[in-house]
């Protein structure tokens, strides 16, 4: 039995629809469990990341966890690392989490106390460390591209080696499913190819058939921007360090791992906006 967290978000969609696929037992852990789609045979149980009086029962008679931290979570060491103690004592043997790629090195960004965390304690656990997300025109970036044809970020030149989702999901899920191949061990996580967003914007104007532009953003500018979309303080900030990092080529480098892991060519860009056209229309 696996407990999936997250289950609402991008990620987490994709690793239900792959469960699924596959007939493997799971269950979501949500806030509100009524407001999961009933799903044959899934049950949907309380869970909280900030309510420890639920973590017990979401994890009782659960061998795996996919986990996943919630974007207005910010202190990490309080919330995610005391599940994990709690999941541990209950029996979880097998921890997938996934991180973002520069976390090691960067203890600004919540991802990295749960890494080492997980590094300090047993060796059941996976850690997947994708780059950037082509979901992210999908998500982050769709009300700029839809509405504004443009999109607005500080990345300056740089390029990045988006990863899609989908690709993302079924290597947690190989990991979940066979813990001994992947225990302990750090993947990560590229598409097949860098791309500048002004490159992006290109492809998407040829699939949209109408111009989309690439603004590089200032930092004052894109905060404002944020604000104005309701993030929280801590989010602004982290979405700011992660898209400035992107100047200096921090996601840049393309890694093998994906393809091997796969066997077979991961998702281009291009592939995710043909098949999500309807998003930004």
């Known amino acids: 039995m696996i407990l999936v967290t997250g289950a609402s978000g ?9 469960l699924e696929r596959r007939q493997i037992a799971f269950r979501v852990g949500a806030r509100k469990p009524a407001s999961i789609p009933t799903r044959a045979g899934v049950a949907a149980v309380p869970f909280d990341f900030l309510n420890a009086s639920t973590y017990a029962t979401a994890v009782a008679g659960c061998d795996a966890v996919f986990l996943l931290r919630p974007p207005a979570i910010s202190n990490t060491k309080r919330t ?5 103690n709690v999941a541990r004592a209950h029996g979880v043997a097998h921890v997938v989490f996934v991180s973002v790629a520069g976390a090691a090195d960067n203890p600004l960004v919540p991802h990295h106390a749960v890494e080492m965390h997980l590094q300090s304690g047993p ?3 996976t850690i997947l460390r994708p780059g950037f997300f ?21 990345a300056g030149a740089g390029r990045v ?22 225990r302990g061990q750090i993947y990560t996580l590229t598409g ?3 791309l500048s967003f002004t490159a992006v914007a290109s492809i998407l104007s040829d699939e949209l058939a ?9 930092i004052p500018a894109y905060f404002a921007h944020l604000i104005r979309h309701g993030l929280a303080p801590m989010q602004i900030l982290v979405q700011t360090i992660l898209h400035v990092g992107l100047r200096f080529g921090q996601a840049e480098a393309v890694s093998e791992s994906l393809a091997n ?10 592939d995710y906006v043909r098949d999500h056209r309807s998003l930004w229309m």
């Open 123 to 125: 060796e059941g656990w």
């Open 80 to 84: 995610l690392n005391v599940f994990l």
């Open 134 to 154: 082509a979901q992210n025109l999908g998500d982050a970036y769709r009300d700029d591209i839809r509405c504004d044809n443009r999109i607005f970020v500080p």
């Open 210 to 218: 109408r111009i989309i532009q690439y603004q590089h953003a200032s």
């Open 161 to 182: 080696a988006f990863v899609d989702v989908r690709d993302v999901a079924e290597v947690a899920v190989n990991a979940l499913t066979d813990p001994l191949t992947h």
């Open 10 to 18: 991008n990620v987490g969609k994709e690793i239900v629809n792959c």
């Open 261 to 270: 892991l796969l066997g077979r060519r991961p998702h281009t860009m291009r």
């Open 192 to 194: 097949p190819e860098a």
